[in-house]
Structures are given as C-alpha cells and as structure tokens.
C-alpha cells in the first residue's frame, strides 16, 4: 500500500486523471467490449459482498518494522524504502522466512467468522518478493526460503474448496528490487537501476500470466502505486485479463485504466463517489506486520466504519497482516470475530444493501436499503425512547431486525416519522430497525444550520458540502482532507438571524512539506484570506483567525472557503469555521 494518506489520494488523482485523458481507456475498452447489463452481471457478486479481508504478507514480515535494532519509521511494506535497505541485505532476510504456522484453512475460517465474503492477497508487493511459486526467477517465497512452499496455491485452494472468492493484489510498477523497477522517492541501490519497460517485459507481466494460469478462477486483481504507466503500458495487462481471466474484477491503480471500481485508502468518502468503490483500511497502523503495534481500532469503530461506507454504497476491505510464521495476530482475530457476531445478528442490514435514500448524515447513526425495505443502524440509542427519521410517508412500519415479530410504533409529524423504541439499546454497538414505508422512501429536506443564541456561526467538516474530485470527510471528529485539487471547495448554506461582522476562525491542520497554500473565506459578498502555514503535521490542528466578513442581511447565507493557490500539492485537513460576532 501507500505509503502517506496524502500520498495515496496524490497517487488515485493520478490515476483518474490517466482515464479521462482523451486516449486513456482506448486500448483497454477496445480489450473489454461489454455491454452495462455485463458490466452490472459480473459485478453483481461484489457488490453483494460488502466486505472483505485484506492480507499483507511478504518478506518485510521478518523485520517486522525494525531494522539494526532501531524501529524504522513508517508502516511494515515499506521498510525496504523507508530505512533505504540495499538490495542484497534485505534479499538476505530469505534465509529467515519460515512460516511454518501457516494454515490456509484457518485464514479462510477467520474470514468466514468474521463475516467477510472475499479474501485479497499481496502476491508481490513493492519489495519484488514474490509470495508465490514464480518461475520468472527465484526471488519467491518457494526458491529462496527454507519454507519452500507456494501459500498462494494452499490459499487458493483453500479458497475455492470452501467458496470464498480469492483475489490478489500486484504491485505492477513499484519494484525495489528487481532492476527497471519504479520506486516512489528514487532509487537508493546501483542494483535497481534498470530500463522500466524491460522490468514490465520480463517480471511483471510473466508473473501476472503465471497469477492467471496457476491459481484457478481468481475474483480480484488489486494493483498498486501505478507510478510510471501509461495506456500503452497497461494495455499488456488488460490483455491479459481478457484472455485468462475475462471475469475478474480490476481496482482502478493499474494505471492509464479506469478499473472497475475506486479506492479510498485508509478514509470514508463523504457521500460516496458515483461508481463502485471500496475503502481499504488497517486494523492498526500498519499494513504489513509490525512487532509491537498494538494500536488495534475498537470492533465498535471497526462495526461503524463497515456500515457506514455500505451505507454510502461502498465495499469495506479491511486488512490483517500476518507474522513472519503466517499467523494472523490475535488482536486482530479478536476483532474480527466480534464484527463477525453483529453479523451473525444484523447481516441482512448490510449484504446486498444500497446506499442510503439520505443525501446527508442522519445524527443517530447510518442507513442502508434493500428490496423495499430501510435498515436504521443506530449507533447513539435516543435517550427519550423517540428515534425521529426524516420521512414523510403516510403509513410506515418497524420492528428491530434481532425482534422481527416485535412491531414498533411509528408516528407521522412535521419534522418526520417518530419511531418509539426500548429504553436501552438492545444492542450497544449498533441497533437495526427495519423500516418499511411501502413505497419509495420520502425523504425531507436537511434542515438548515443556524447561529446560536450569541450570533456564533460554528460550520464543521461534518456539516459541509464538498464540491470538486479529490477533497473528502475522514477522521474522527470529522476534517475534510485529500484536498489535492486547487479548484475543490467546501461551502455551507446557513440561516442567519444577526447580521453583522465576524472574525473568520479557521482550525486547520498542514503538514510541512504542502504548507503554503492560500484561501479565502466568503461569505455574503464579503471575503478575507489566509495562508494554510505548517502546524506541525497533518494531525496537528490549530486555529487560526484569517480577518473579517461582513454578512449584511437576514436568511439564507451561503458560506464558502476556497483554495486560491496551491504550490505544494495539497491545500489542509480542515476541521471547522467559525465566525464570531465583533
């Protein structure tokens, strides 16, 4: 995976901007003729899915993200990079790999406990070290560790006795090993200096033929980092798709090749992005195995994170990484099976859904909708026992998915449907309520957003409206970050009842290395501006107060910030505006 966040939406930029070039998809839409009734068949599977288990699992395991007794800065893939390791010494840590715990039916049966419906797996990532039998030389896990075994090929058959879909990811173009190789940042070694497209001749375009001839009917093929290539580059590829694996579903990071569907890393879109797409996330900070890192989400804010990206319609990818004995680390097992049992329960309100009939966030929880029906996952339990849902249909019913036979009352009002429910939340997590309004869900307007009492103006991340291709909402407390394309901005429509001037207050986060961009603040014709100076990283929020607008009248005010340069390549995390009478 990708390195930084920052760098990773740099990188899928990149990529989007390759297929919409005028000559972009040329070659690979003339490989795949298909109609959108075959292109809705052969994702069908997928998008029922919902989720699914990623595994990054490589050499790079036995360091475990320490390198000469020093932890290496950074996430597990990419020590080889990050500590600048020549060639040779990290090729040397073969000799130590010996994943004797390995069990492809025990990772097929985490999988499957934990709910998830397809497994992806680094065949070959940056590092060039290839987790399965290549014959496109011996840097494989097969030729050059005393293990000697193919885990791919245990895997997959593991997969296929057991009707799990197995997909795996490739690292096409990054290469630290094998010379012609890309590397983000530069090469560090004589040993990979090399002609790029010889190194996709010889060793990335055989050993993809050899993932599509050797492991029976793959489901994914998730590439990575596509620095370098061109239409004409991925053209090979796509052919190769077609001739062996004409079924397979494609990201979109091959490069000069939109893909089937996007991929967010490591973040949540705000509103979804307009075609298939799926967040891939850690469990911890890291993607590949790092001795000592404990940073484990909660399985609450795993179980929250997988309903609300269905319920924006995307795929939850969700990752482990393995030891260098093949054991996937218990804290992630635990996780896993605790997500797996509000499954068991609630499944219904997540495989096969669509995204919510809601243009906008709903302040109780998340929803998702199949066959007529609404599912309310409800993250905070009313305290009244009144959950209130913005529709107006005339006749609604409900029950608790866990108590179908248990009708809930629904009442009719002018702020929308109230429904009464238990005292306590049957369950702590997440409750679902199963709404049928027989018809097409009726959905009420979002309600305005209002000065306080004292004529503060406060306009959060959580309550803007994005406009533009990169910039989206991350984090909790929610910012808006990713925000690498200049002409994006963020704007908020607000009922204003005490005109007057307000000092503009921005809390913002930059990093070093991007800080310099300018911005300006409208708002009801009036404007001030700013510049989005370092505050120390990309996590390091300050406010800042940038000047003044003057907002002359009464009703509906449209408050703008917009990018007004960007030398360095992103704009800010920003986390809220706040305008403050004088």
């Not at 010889?198 to 060793?203: F, R, S």
């Not at 001839?213 to 090979?236: F, K, N, Q």
């Not at 929803?367 to 209130?388: A, I, R």
Request: glycine residues 8%; hydrophobic residues 40%.
């Amino acid at each position: 995976m990708t390195r930084r966040l920052l760098t990773s939406a740099m990188l899928c930029v990149a990529i989007s901007g390759l297929a919409a070039a005028p000559n972009a998809n040329a070659a690979p839409s003339k490989l795949r003729p298909e109609t959108p009734a075959q292109h809705n068949a052969r994702m069908s599977w997928w998008r029922k899915a919902r989720f699914g288990m990623f595994i990054h699992w490589g050499l790079y395991a036995v360091p475990a993200g320490w390198w000469n007794g020093k932890r290496v800065p950074g996430i597990g893939e990419w020590i080889m990079n990050d500590a600048k390791i020549p060639v040779e010494q990290y090729a040397a840590l073969a000799s130590k790999f010996d994943p004797v715990k390995f069990n492809a039916q025990t990772w097929v049966h985490i999988a499957q406990a934990a709910g998830m419906k397809y497994m992806v797996i680094t065949a070959k990532h940056h590092d060039g070290f290839a987790m399965f039998h290549s014959h496109v030389g011996t840097y494989n896990i097969y030729d050059r560790t005393p293990y000697h075994k193919d885990p791919l090929k245990m895997l997959a058959n593991a997969a296929h006795e057991d009707h799990m879909p197995l997909g795996v990811y490739y690292s096409q173009a990054q290469d630290w090993h094998h010379p012609g190789g890309r590397a983000i940042g530069g090469h560090w070694d004589p040993a990979q200096k090399g002609n790029f497209d010889t190194y996709l001749k010889n060793v990335a375009l055989p050993q993809v033929k050899e993932l599509f001839t050797h492991y029976g009917h793959l489901a994914v093929i998730w590439w990575d980092t596509p620095v370098d290539m061109t239409p004409e580059r991925a053209a090979p590829f796509v052919r190769l798709i077609k001739k062996y694996q004409p079924w397979i579903i494609s990201n979109n990071r091959l490069g000069g090749f939109a893909g089937d569907y996007d991929t967010p890393e490591q973040t949540i879109p705000a509103n979804g992005l307009g075609r298939d797409w799926e967040t891939c996330m850690t469990i911890n900070d890291t993607w590949g195995y790092i001795k000592g890192d404990h940073n484990f989400k909660s399985s609450t804010t795993l179980i929250h994170n997988l309903i609300d990206i269905v319920s924006k319609g995307g795929n939850y990818l969700l990752n482990v990484g393995p030891n260098a004995l093949g054991q996937i680390p218990a804290g992630e097992v635990s996780r896993l099976m605790k997500m797996g049992a509000w499954l068991k329960v609630n499944g219904a309100a997540i495989y096969g859904t669509t995204a919510s009939p809601f243009p906008y966030q709903l302040p109780w929880g998340r929803c998702t909708q199949k066959h007529g029906l609404l599912y309310l996952s409800v993250f905070h339990w009313p305290q009244d026992g009144k959950l209130l849902v913005p529709l107006t249909n005339p006749t609604i019913d409900a029950h608790l998915l866990a108590a179908p036979h248990t009708k809930l009352s629904v009442t009719a009002g002018a702020s929308g449907a109230t429904i009464t429910v238990p005292a306590n939340a049957p369950d702590p997590v997440a409750t679902v309520i199963v709404v049928n309004p027989h018809g097409a869900p009726q959905v009420m307007p979002p309600p305005p957003l209002m000065q306080d009492d004292n004529g503060v103006i406060d306009l959060t991340a959580d309550a803007c409206t994005i406009v533009g291709s990169s910039a989206q909402k991350e984090h909790s407390p929610t910012d808006v970050g990713y925000w690498t394309n200049e002409s994006d901005y963020i704007a908020w429509n607000v009922k204003v009842t005490k005109p007057g001037v307000f000092n503009a207050e921005i809390t913002m986060a930059v990093d070093p290395a991007f800080a310099g961009s300018t911005f300006t603040v409208m708002a009801d014709g009036s404007s001030c501006g700013g510049t989005a100076a370092s505050t120390g990283g990309w996590s390091d929020y300050k406010t800042v107060n940038v000047g003044t607008v003057t907002i002359s009248k009464t009703g509906m005010v449209k408050v703008v910030v917009k990018a007004t340069s960007m030398p360095h390549g992103a704009v800010m995390n920003f986390r809220s505006l706040r305008l403050v009478p004088q």
